[in-house]
């Protein structure tokens, strides 16, 4: 599919101590292919509008918060829209050149191609800590949750949690290897017919080249 997004704020200078701001969205999201296996056309148009704020308590605390309302209209009638409330949360802290935490949430509408289901609205919260545990080695432990509540005839609910360890080592300026092992668990809150529980290691290595 292809997404297609118009964003726009108003507002405050983003690094005064209290930053107010209102916001809006538009999202357009095209599917490759006109109708999909079940006959459904999945194509969708998404409006989002709503306040915020920047708070900025010291030089190594600072917080973001939204609160908005979404409206996503499917193109298929079968397929039902989806109209709720909007959050996010973003709080940094810093308490040393050495470490960062970052504590963030959100609650959005998720891309869904199950039979019945237009779609998810997805509450999540996350904390990710960075460590640099020697000038060329970072270390980012990292936990969080998920929650989808699924939006149509076959809708149920899922709570889906993890934890993450990520090392980062830095040849040198240029070249950054980085591995990582996360652990991944699903629950069924709500059946359906089309959700599952599971759990799942994921382990994956990767090389990044920077100029």
């Known amino acids: 599919r292809n997404e297609y997004s118009i964003f726009t704020t108003l507002g405050m200078n983003a690094e005064a101590i209290f930053a107010p701001f209102i916001y809006a969205n538009v999202l357009k999201v095209d599917y490759d292919r006109g109708l999909d296996n079940n006959g459904l056309n999945r194509d969708a148009i ?3 509008a709503g306040v915020g704020t920047i708070i900025n308590f010291s030089d190594v605390t600072s ?5 908005g309302r979404l409206h996503r ?14 959050y996010g949360v973003n709080f940094k802290w810093e308490p040393s050149t050495l470490a960062s935490f970052l504590l963030s949430g959100d609650r959005t509408v998720k891309e869904s191609t199950t039979p019945g289901i237009s779609g998810s609205i997805a509450s999540s919260l996350r904390l990710t800590m960075d460590y640099e ?20 005839d076959n809708g ?13 080592y830095k040849m040198n300026q240029n070249f950054w290897l980085t591995t990582s092992y996360q652990y991944t668990n699903q629950d069924e809150i709500e059946p359906s017919p089309d959700l599952m529980s599971y759990m799942s290691n ?10």
């Open 46 to 48: 998404q409006y989002e």
């Open 202 to 211: 994921t382990y994956g290595v990767s090389l990044k080249l920077q100029f």
């Open 133 to 152: 545990l020697y000038p060329n080695l970072i270390v980012s432990p990292s936990a969080g949750f998920i929650e989808r509540d699924y939006q149509g």
């Open 63 to 67: 917080a973001s918060f939204t609160l």
């Open 73 to 86: 209209t499917v193109d298929d009638p079968n397929l039902s829209d989806i109209g709720d409330f909007t």
């Open 156 to 168: 149920g609910r899922t709570l889906t949690t993890d934890g993450m360890l990520q090392l980062t």
